[in-house]
């Protein structure tokens, strides 16, 4: 694929009530399936309620995933923190890297934790509080 095509979106947003581990599994089973599919990869984090995700692929498959993703009424509150070209894929190893909140470190929870709360006052500032460097930690393929 050329450079110039791929496209990233990074978003978080919050569960609609309490999220089942069933419906985790479902939503997380479904997006490897379709995405793998798509050409698309990614990242999701799913800790204290709270969904980050990262999305890379074709632009118009990740923009139309987007927008059903947008739809799903299992989340709310959807704060873009990234959206554009990408150079070159963080997560090509996997159509949906999934990281279990008991995987996380104690150092990745309380950024998470300070992420959300960055990006609840100015979400257009989620750059400036280390996104790319909170990301980059998850690249390299951990299990789930
Ligand atoms: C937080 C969250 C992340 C999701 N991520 C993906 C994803 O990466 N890929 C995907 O196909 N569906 C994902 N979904 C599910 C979609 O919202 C939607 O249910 C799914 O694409 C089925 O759409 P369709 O049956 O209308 O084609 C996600 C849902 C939620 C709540």
């Given at each position: 694929m050329q450079s110039g095509s791929l496209y990233r979106v990074v978003y978080m947003s919050t569960a609609v009530g309490v999220l089942r581990a069933e419906e985790l599994d479902r939503i997380y089973l479904r997006a490897k399936s379709a995405n793998a599919g798509a050409g698309v990869t990614g990242l999701m984090l799913f800790y204290e309620g709270v969904f980050l995700q990262v999305l890379e692929g074709p632009a118009a498959g990740v923009m139309s995933l987007m927008e059903k993703i947008r739809r799903d009424?299992?989340?709310?509150g959807i704060a873009v923190l990234e959206s554009g070209p990408a150079e070159?894929?963080?997560?090509?190893?996997?159509?949906m890297h999934f990281v279990a909140a008991r995987n996380l470190s104690p150092g990745e929870k309380q950024a998470f934790s300070d992420l959300r709360k960055a990006v609840a006052v100015r979400p257009a500032m989620a750059g400036e509080h280390g996104l790319s460097d909170f990301l980059a930690a998850f690249a390299a393929v951990r299990p789930a």
């Open positions: 009424r299992r989340h709310s070159s894929r963080a997560f090509e190893s996997s159509p």
